[in-house]
């Protein structure tokens, strides 16, 4: 157990040791300034106004509801339209196979007739 609190302990030292050294960079120093000012300035906006978080919370809760619906209702669909399409496929192919006897018959038929007829 105490290996495990050390191997996390050394990565959160190394980790503060690294953005130290990397603020030794001018620019990075005013980039850092800007989002901390900016991350501040949010944060207390929301601070000061919770009901705006609330707000856009359950406004996202029920777009994402609705899209789920919607995606569950043409899943349902299609999911339908395929078991329709599996139970009509042997029907007809079961019709095509009657149809192209049927013809295959007459043809045969009508082509010895003429034969017949010819001599």
């Not at 707000?55 to 299609?78: C, G, H, M, P, Q």
Request: glycine content about 4%; some cysteine.
């Amino acid at each position: 157990m105490t290996r495990k609190n050390q191997f996390w302990k050394g990565m959160l030292l190394g980790a503060i040791a690294g953005g130290a050294l990397s603020l030794l960079d001018r620019n990075t120093r005013e980039v850092m300034k800007e989002n901390v000012k900016k991350t501040s300035e949010s944060l207390g906006h929301l601070v000061c106004h919770p009901d705006e978080i609330s707000n856009k919370v359950k406004r996202t809760a029920a777009k994402l509801k609705s899209t789920f619906e919607a995606v569950s209702e043409d899943i349902t669909y299609i999911t339908e339209k395929v078991e329709e399409l599996r139970e009509l496929t042997p029907q007809v192919t079961e019709l095509l196979k009657e149809t192209k006897d049927t013809f295959t018959v007459e043809d045969e038929e009508e082509l010895l007739k003429e034969v017949t007829e010819r001599e």
